[in-house]
Nanobody
Framework: QLQLVESGGGLVQPGGSLKLSCAVS????????IGWFRQAPGKEREGVSC????????NYADSVKGRFTISKDNTEKTVYLQMGSLQPEDTGTYYC???????????????????????WGQGTRVTVSS
């Protein structure tokens, strides 16, 4: 059974940075696409970024492009989300999630559509406030 554990959340001032981690156990990253999502109070969960476990492919929501960077360490089976220039609207609970890629899934892209993802972590809270 795949397990995902997020860490690294906390309180940060506007303009600050945080680095989130998603530790994966139960399988290797190669078989999956890994995504980061967030959910603000009273709002729907939205896709933030994704990365392919077996290629360099990444994708970002427009709201975070140029500020967030997703990366992975296949050896450590960990996916990171480096967040910079944080703003109050980035506040929320951040989740990592995965789905197993199927034969023929394009290596050149990944999706941040949450309905595609089947395994979810418990989330880590990020609060951006002065």
């Amino acid at each position: 059974q795949l397990q995902l554990v997020e860490s690294g959340g906390g309180l940060v001032q506007p303009g600050g940075s945080l680095k989130l981690s998603c530790a994966v156990s139960g399988d290797t990253l190669d078989h999956f696409v890994i995504g980061w999502f967030r959910q603000a109070p009273g709002k729907e969960r939205e896709g933030v970024s994704c990365i392919s476990g077996n290629s360099p492919a990444t994708n970002y929501a427009d709201s975070v492009k140029g500020r967030f960077t997703i990366s992975k360490d296949n050896t450590e089976k960990t996916v990171y989300l480096q967040m910079g220039s944080l703003q109050p609207e980035d506040t929320g609970t951040y989740y990592c999630a995965t789905f197993r890629v199927w034969p023929g899934y394009p290596l050149s892209s990944c999706t941040t559509s949450k309905s595609t993802y089947s395994n979810w972590g418990q989330g880590t809270r990020v609060t951006v406030s002065s």
